[in-house]
């Protein structure tokens, strides 16, 4: 795959489809892999007309990994007291590398999809470049009001349980546990599908360090609040019921804060897009940018 120089960084990309079609942006969660979004998902859009344009974010995959040491503790207190984080970088620097990537390949502006933190930096992005932003889909995502309820606490200690070193097979089991306990308990993974998924990823990428530090530049990034009432891209907020992450009443939030959103609530989805509703969703999401500009 190829990498373009942008924000300062060099992205990996791909893009897939007729170049001249509209493109759509995917935008990749916590510690996520472009390689994450499904197949079938990609394919969808694709036989809707779209150019789909996939990425590592920063600190992931084959994009450049950063340094800086990620303080979690520290960017959690702040944020609690309602003080300015120190995180090694922002989620608004990450909005600024899909910028530095429309850029790199020539593209005016693009329908947005994020998913999870994707999501977030979705939101930045339709707020403070809204010239670039066509069509915003949130997808399993939250604004980050501390009034919102969060994970169970057993979730939130297996997300920041070190990972073991060294040791290949024990970290493919590692994150197969996560994406369990994230997942969507109606719709269950195949473990040979899931296990070979998890391979692939690791075996592409594996930088422990990035997924802190993008988790820091969560917890301590500014508040979106004040930026989501001026998003003036035609909104989607898709989400699952069963969301053990981000739980389902971060999406009635997010459509009460951004004007003229559109919510959709995809019963018995977990923290994932599984497979048994992507033709599902990728209906609803061609609905959605089917209407207005393409």
């Keep these: 795959m ?12 791909e893009s897939l489809g007729d170049r001249e079609a509209p493109p ?27 150019r789909v344009i996939r990425y590592d974010n920063r600190d992931v995959g084959l994009s450049s990994k950063l340094s800086g040491r990620a303080k979690l503790g520290q960017e959690a207190a702040r944020a609690l007291l309602g003080l300015p984080g120190r995180p090694p970088y922002t989620l608004f620097d990450m909005a600024d590398d899909a910028v530095g990537l429309l850029d790199a390949l020539s593209v005016p502006s693009a329908h947005v999809i994020g998913v999870s933190m994707g999501g977030m930096i979705g939101q930045i992005l339709a707020a403070r470049h809204a010239a670039r932003v066509r069509q915003f889909v949130s997808i399993m995502s939250t604004s980050g009001s501390r009034s919102l309820p969060g994970p169970s606490l057993a979730l939130r200690l297996q997300l920041l349980k070190p990972a073991p070193k060294n040791d290949l097979s024990a970290r493919i089991n590692h994150l ?22 998890v391979t692939r990823e690791l075996e592409r990428s594996d930088h422990p360090a990035g997924f802190l530090r993008q988790l820091a530049a969560i917890l301590g990034s500014p508040s979106r609040l004040p930026l989501l009432p001026g998003i003036k891209a035609h909104t989607l907020v898709l989400h699952g019921s069963d969301d053990p992450l981000i739980p389902v009443a971060a999406a009635h939030d997010l459509h009460r804060r951004i004007p003229n959103a559109e919510l959709e609530i995809l019963k018995g989805m977990g923290h994932e897009l599984p497979a048994a509703l992507c033709a599902q969703v990728t209906h609803r999401i061609l609905k959605h940018l089917s209407i207005g500009p393409s």
């Design 24 to 50: 759509v942006l995917l935008i990749m969660g916590l510690g996520a892999q472009l390689i994450r979004w499904p197949d079938a998902f990609c394919q969808g859009l694709l036989n809707g007309g779209y």
């Design 176 to 197: 197969m546990t996560v994406m369990r306990m994230i997942g969507s308990v109606t719709y269950p993974r195949n473990e040979e599908i899931l296990r070979a998924q």
């Design 2 to 13: 190829p990498q373009v120089t942008a924000n300062g960084l060099q992205l990996e990309y």
